[in-house]
């Protein structure tokens, strides 16, 4: 073995150590010093290591960001407090940003409801009883065991210039003296390319989780349902989509966060800056190219109160159309 | 009971482990090993060839030397942002590559170490600074302190098919082209499904199947504003000279030049590879570094000639520039700079241009380069006029305006309207430069 994987083995195999010595010592210190009971002492060291991990890698890097997006920073020497001036400077001066904004927010606001429709739609199909239904189902869940990068590469060859969308397109550009359209290259194609590219959402985990919440519907309702001669379409508006309405929450928080934070296969696909930069891309090439860490921080804090405020008014609007069986007064 | 006896077991043997790893045989950065020598961690950006020769380069080096080990760490994918994160923490190599645009800005923010001293010291040939080429120290250069040297300048040459040239009795380029030959030669060159080459009466521009040139950004259009007499940012690093005749000149025959038949569209460009359609014979003349060694690569008679000067007879090119620093947080500086230095003289051997008077010469490079001997005069007279950008701590900033308000929008944008794109982007552009 090379010397230096002992070295990383060795080196873990410590913090590993250091970390079991963290959790007795809690465990004494909470049971024979603070006096708690054995269980509650027990219970709080064994998730030690993970509030501790949490503490380093997550909280910690988190509110340093917050920081930061009130510094000038190169990721060398100290910070510089600078106040609000990198927040002024994005809103006023930055022409790159309310343009990256404005196609991050697009792109939610188109992919989301196309993929929270359409998973359901495939579950729905997925949840029918035919022949070979279980086929069916791996073959639609394979995209989500594909990493994102094998996932763009196909697509990027999809929409090269003699890709399948282009030989599709071909006979009406053709009429229309129009050559092969540039996806990634030109403004007005970017945003269709990647939405038409969010469409592999549909299937995959969002769907399984949405086939999951149709197999919990007690098949009662639909019998009653039967019974009074509802029709399919009925049935579908009246009783599925309300008792599946937590997981329609869900699945729409988690593609706006998804959406908004579009980041490795637009990295990978990488439009040209004058067609589009999503926010994500923008905050890399501030923070690593151009070494403005308290700019980069400041981009991904507005980016996190976006995502933030999304997530608040779904929630707000959700008492008006998320159905909560355990909310019924009995 | 048992269960205690268990956990207790574990934990000895765990604390076991912890000890063994204080006293671990492989030391870190710039430490000494056992052996008495330094480890020098040597990150590099070469790809899985280029390794291999570089491996070999240092295996000589590290038999030869007494006080260093050099152990190499190539990470092509992602080298920018990898070596800006770890020269920020502690897991820093000791030694690096850093391209021509990273240098100011790393060397300005302390991540480099100041070698000046050390050079002066070093009866290395490579340590003589009055050996470096014209302006090449310069990148390395802040403040009058030296804080790398440049192993390579590779200025941007014109490769060409000649059986392109010779099967459309096209005259090859000489010395005195220029920008109109240039272009005349590439309409001869840019031929339709039929044969009909671009001007000639039924040329079909939809239907080209071979072009004179290709460009997407590549050479820079510095390249061709520098020929045209003209600057992007002034020598005092207070202005941008973009909206000058000269300056607007040279956008403009990049532009128009770019937006024209002689050119592959982008898309094309990006379907089928850049520098691939040279070697697939699609692109007839391709301006590349002088590093990429074109002409050993393809199986058409392919030679090298010095890019067209401009309208004035100006001749300028683009010298790109590659260069090793000294990671300033190294335990062991003193064989960090022994290592660096040696490195430093092996690669110059190994990598077309050297950066240094001393190696320019016809019969060191034939030597060197055996399979490039020919092309060699043209790559000498090259490097007599490679100019480097004028490049400064916040870099970065400057060039990611100019590229995107200017260059993106002409490239991509297919905006010929020069005069109005560097208008709107003037201001910004100088907002950038050093204060």
Request: proline content about 4%; charged content about 20%; hydrophobic content about 45%.
């Amino acid at each position: 073995m090379n010397d230096s994987y002992i070295t990383t083995f060795f080196h873990w195999i410590s913090v590993a150590v250091a970390l079991v010595l963290i959790a007795a010592g809690l465990y004494l210190f909470l049971h024979y010093i603070v006096r708690w009971h054995q269980k509650q002492a027990l219970g709080l060291a064994l998730v030690s290591p993970w509030i501790i991990g949490f503490a380093v890698f997550t909280a910690g890097p988190l509110v340093y960001s917050l920081y930061l997006s009130f510094t000038q920073y190169s990721l060398f020497g100290n910070p510089k407090w600078v106040g609000l001036q990198n927040y002024i400077n994005l809103f006023t001066h930055d022409p790159q940003f309310w343009p990256s904004v404005k196609l991050t927010m697009l792109y939610a606001l188109i992919t989301v409801p196309i993929g929270v429709v359409g998973s359901l739609l495939i579950a729905i199909l997925m949840n029918q009883k035919v022949r070979g239904i279980g086929i069916f189902r791996v073959i639609f869940y394979l995209p989500a065991v594909l990493p994102d990068v094998a996932v763009a590469l196909i697509w990027r060859w999809l929409f090269n210039g003699h890709g399948l969308f282009n030989y599709l397109l071909s006979p009406f550009m053709h009429i229309m003296h129009v050559s092969n359209i540039d996806w990634f290259g030109k403004a007005q194609y970017v945003l269709p390319a990647f939405s038409i590219m969010s469409i592999w959402g549909i299937f995959g985990a969002n769907a399984v989780i949405f086939l999951a919440a149709l197999q919990e519907v007690s098949k009662s309702y639909y019998e009653v349902a039967d019974l009074d001669g509802a029709t399919k379409f009925q049935k579908l508006w009246f009783i599925t989509i309300p008792l599946i309405s937590p997981i329609i929450l869900l699945q729409i928080i988690q593609g706006i966060i998804g959406a908004l934070q579009i980041f490795s296969v637009a990295m990978f696909v990488r439009p040209t800056t004058s067609a589009g930069e999503f926010m994500n891309q923008l905050i890399y090439e501030r923070g690593f190219t151009q070494m403005h860490m308290g700019e980069a921080s400041s981009i991904a804090w507005f980016l996190f109160a976006i995502i933030l405020i999304f997530t608040l008014l779904i929630f707000k609007s959700s008492t008006a159309w998320v159905y909560y069986e355990s909310n019924i007064k009995r | 009971m048992k269960l205690r006896k268990l956990s207790t077991a574990v934990l000895a043997v765990l604390m076991c482990f912890s000890a063994v790893e204080g006293c671990s045989p492989t030391p870190g950065n710039g430490e000494t090993s056992s052996s008495g020598r330094a480890t020098i961690r040597l990150a590099t950006w070469a790809g899985s060839e280029e390794s291999k020769e570089l491996q070999k380069i240092i295996d000589k080096l590290n038999s030869k030397s007494t006080s260093y080990k050099i152990v190499q760490e190539s990470n092509p994918a992602d080298y920018d942002t990898r070596i800006k994160t770890q020269l920020s923490g502690s897991s820093g190599p000791d030694v690096f590559w850093v391209s021509a645009q990273n240098a100011s800005q790393l060397a300005t923010r302390g991540a480099m170490l100041d070698i000046t001293d050390y050079l002066k010291k070093s009866s290395n040939e490579a340590a003589k600074t009055s050996d470096y080429i014209g302006t090449t120290l310069n990148t390395f250069t802040v403040n009058n302190k030296i804080y790398g040297l440049p192993w390579c300048e590779q200025p941007v040459i014109m490769y060409y098919n000649k059986d392109l040239f010779d099967k459309l009795k096209v005259a090859e380029p000489t010395d005195s082209w220029d920008w109109n030959t240039f272009v005349e030669d590439a309409k001869k060159l840019t031929i339709d499904k039929n044969g009909k080459h671009y001007g000639e009466s039924g040329f079909n521009k939809s239907q080209i199947v071979q072009w004179g040139t290709s460009l997407n950004g590549w050479p820079p259009v510095q390249m061709f504003i520098w020929q045209n007499n003209g600057d992007v940012i002034s020598e005092d690093m207070k202005n941008c000279p973009i909206d000058t005749k000269e300056a607007i000149g040279g956008f403009k025959f990049y532009a128009n030049l770019l937006n024209s038949p002689l050119v592959p569209t982008q898309q094309e460009i990006k379907d089928h590879g850049f520098d691939q359609m040279f070697k697939d014979g699609q692109v007839a003349m391709f301006m590349g570094g002088a590093a990429d060694s074109l002409e050993t690569q393809v199986k058409f008679n392919c030679e090298v000639s010095v890019v067209p000067a401009g309208p004035t007879g100006t001749k300028a090119t683009f010298g790109d520039e590659d260069g090793m620093a000294i990671n300033a947080n190294t335990k062991n500086k003193d064989e960090a700079f022994k290592a660096f230095i040696d490195l430093t003289e092996a690669i110059q051997e190994w990598k077309v241009m050297p950066p240094r008077k001393s190696m320019n010469s016809l019969t060191v490079l034939d030597k060197q380069h055996l399979n490039r001997a020919k092309s060699m005069p043209e790559i000498e007279k090259s490097m007599s006029f490679a100019r480097q950008y004028r490049y400064y701590d916040n870099y970065a900033d400057w060039d990611d305006i100019f590229n995107k308000e200017i260059m993106d929008k002409i490239i991509n944008g297919n905006d010929t309207n020069v005069e109005s794109l560097v208008k709107s982007a003037k201001a910004d552009l100088v907002s950038k430069l050093k204060k």
